[in-house]
C-alpha cells in the first residue's frame, strides 16, 4: 500500500541555519504530494503542495520539490526562524484506487534556538 | 473566513460515559474525516465520509462511530468500549472526489479520562 517515510526527529537547529526535512513515498499511482505544520495544541495548517513531478511547492519560505526518480518530496528553507518550531508532515493523496486517501508520515519536530 | 470548527476544545469523559465531538465546516466540501493524534505520534484515521449519509472505517474505527445527516457536519462519539480515548482528535475535510486538492483541519479536541 501508500506509504510516507520521514527523517525522524527532533531536528534542532539555531536560528537562520538551513533546514532539510526528509521525505521519501511510496505510491502506486500517481499522488499528490503536501507539507503540513502543526503548532503546539493546534490542528494541522497546509504550508505547501506539489501535485505532479518536478512540481515545486513553496510558502513561507519553504520549499519541496516533486521527484518522481527518487519518490522523494524533502522541505528545505535557507534561514529558519525561531518561529518555525513546530511539527512537519509529509502526506500524499492518491485516488489511484478509486478510494482518495490522505497517508501523512509520522511527523518532525523542529526546534530552532534563539 | 470559511473553515473547520472543533468543539470542545477540552472534554473529559469518565469510565462507562460515552462523549461526542462536533465538527462543523463551512466550506462545502463534501469529504470529512476523523484522525486520531497521540503524543509523538502520526495522524490515525478513525472514520471518513465522502458523501452525505455514507461514512466507512478507517485504520482504527472500534469503540467509535460516526454519522454524516448533513454535508457540514461529521459528529464523532467516543463510546465506552474504547477502552483508550485519551488522545487529541482532528477533524478534516476535503473537496471530495478531487485527489490533488488539500484537507483543511480544525483546531482539534483534546479528550482526557477522569
Known amino acids: 500500500g501508500d506509504s510516507v517515510t520521514q527523517m525522524e526527529g527532533p531536528v534542532t537547529l539555531s536560528e537562520e541555519a538551513f533546514l532539510t526535512i526528509n521525505c521519501t513515498y511510496t505510491a502506486t499511482g500517481y499522488p499528490s504530494l503536501f507539507w503540513y505544520v502543526q503548532y503546539p495544541g493546534e490542528g494541522l495548517q497546509l504550508l505547501l503542495k506539489?501535485?505532479?513531478?518536478?512540481d515545486k511547492g513553496s510558502n513561507k519560505g519553504f520549499e519541496a520539490t516533486y521527484r518522481k526518480e527518487t519518490t522523494s518530496f524533502h522541505l528545505e528553507k535557507g534561514s529558519v526562524q525561531v518561529s518555525d518550531s513546530a511539527v512537519y508532515f509529509c502526506a500524499l493523496s492518491d485516488g489511484t484506487s478509486g478510494t482518495y486517501k490522505y497517508i501523512f508520515g509520522t511527523g518532525t519536530r523542529l526546534k530552532v534556538l534563539a | 473566513d470559511g473553515g473547520i470548527t472543533q468543539s470542545p476544545k477540552y472534554l473529559f469523559r469518565k469510565e462507562g460515559q460515552n462523549v461526542t465531538l462536533s465538527c462543523e465546516q463551512n466550506?462545502?466540501?463534501?469529504?470529512m474525516y476523523w484522525y486520531r493524534q497521540d503524543p509523538g505520534q502520526g495522524l490515525r484515521l478513525i472514520y471518513y465520509s465522502q458523501i452525505v449519509n455514507d461514512f466507512q472505517k478507517g485504520d482504527i474505527a472500534e469503540g467509535y462511530s460516526v454519522s454524516r445527516e448533513k454535508k457540514e457536519s461529521f459528529p464523532l462519539t467516543v463510546t465506552s468500549a474504547q477502552k483508550n480515548p485519551t488522545a487529541f482528535y482532528l477533524c478534516?475535510?476535503?473537496?471530495?472526489?478531487?485527489?490533488?486538492?488539500?484537507?483543511?483541519f480544525g483546531d482539534g479536541t483534546r479528550l482526557s479520562i477522569l
Open positions: 478534516a475535510s476535503s473537496i471530495g472526489q478531487i485527489s490533488n486538492q488539500p484537507q483543511h
Open positions: 466550506l462545502n466540501h463534501d469529504a
Open positions: 506539489a501535485t505532479k513531478a518536478d
